[in-house]
């Protein structure tokens, strides 16, 4: 029996498997190029060792290979006799994840996690903005991802992954010194390490640090594979702030290169959300987006995410409709909404089908009942400030100025009034 980085006993005799696993997780955990070589050497070193193949399935279903990743799982269950019941109870929360069982996967994490906390593979299923918990549709999901990863982070001590996770928990709850401190001496320990570069340009943005941000995320990114999964998303961070700037040659070089379909070779979550999101903020900023680009990013939204689904997707994909008039497929999303946060989805897509038909007043109904609990959607504020954008603009259209700095000084003080 040997053990992983985080002290856990793992299956394997040979401490060849071992290393190459320890590698392959810890590529996953930050986020780096490559993360399914070290679990095939693992596995390669070791044929019976279940955690390469689960740690496989997980670097391949990062990678947006799908069916591999399901036949490694499927490879880990098979050979799984003789597994401890920490190994059996990991693969039954991915099990249960590939599945689509969301719900009872995330009480299983949850359940696993009581008696594991240093299972970071699986801890890391439910953490940041896309995880099983910002993925959730709860009601108060923010605190609820507050919550888990306070209940885990004294279990970490100085690990740098965990003190980005809690970091970007703390980040997303408003508590931006703290979340500041964490990431920076997760950044001390392990520069090379995507997600910290992700949370500390969180932190910049919200607190209103444009230029900081942009220095910081500028001189990270050339060290950073572009196969690297946060590359396109750390990219369309750049674009915004760049569109803040107003170095619009900037923005359009950035999405052009990093985020956009044809360009970007992340993951499509990011590129969908993220190229849409940044089209739209352009709008918003004033500038004039050429009609071929919308038509280009409705199209992939509906070759590349076919089934309604994912409501944080959804969203994107429904502006993203409605900006390129396709209207059948707008449908899908006002009539049809499916998915952990349908209802949010339907206001959002209502609303973004009225900016088309420049019937504001619609607009500014739909818009504010989708920002009743927006978070339900998932993803970052950052990635959400779009709905509060939009409404502000809409308001603005109708002439209601007063209006619109009252909801930015309700809904972003930072911005409005200098303070959180
Ligand atoms: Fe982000």
Redesign the pocket.
Known sequence: MRRDRYDNQITTESDAARDHYVMGVDRVLSGAADMATPFEAAIAADDKFVLGYSGLARALALSNDMSRAKAALAQAIKVSNGATTRELSHLNVMRLQFEGQAAKALVALKEHVASYPRDAIIVGLSTG?FGMIGFSGHKGREAELFAFTSMLAPHYGEDWWMLTQHAFSLCEVGKLAEAGKLVERSLTIKRDHSHAA?VR??VYYEAGNLTDGIRFLENWMPGYSRAGMMHG?LA??VALWALEQGDMDKMWAWVDEEVKPDASIGLPINMITDTASILYRAELAGQVVDPVRWQHISEYASKAFPRVGNSFVDMHAALAHAMAGRQDELADYVDAAKGFAADVVQDCAKAFEAIRRQDWASATTALSKALVDGARLGG?R??RDLLEYSLVNVLLRQGKGEEAERIIGLRRPLRAHGVH
């Open positions: 903005v992700h340009s969180h998303h369309w961070h970052s950052a990635q």
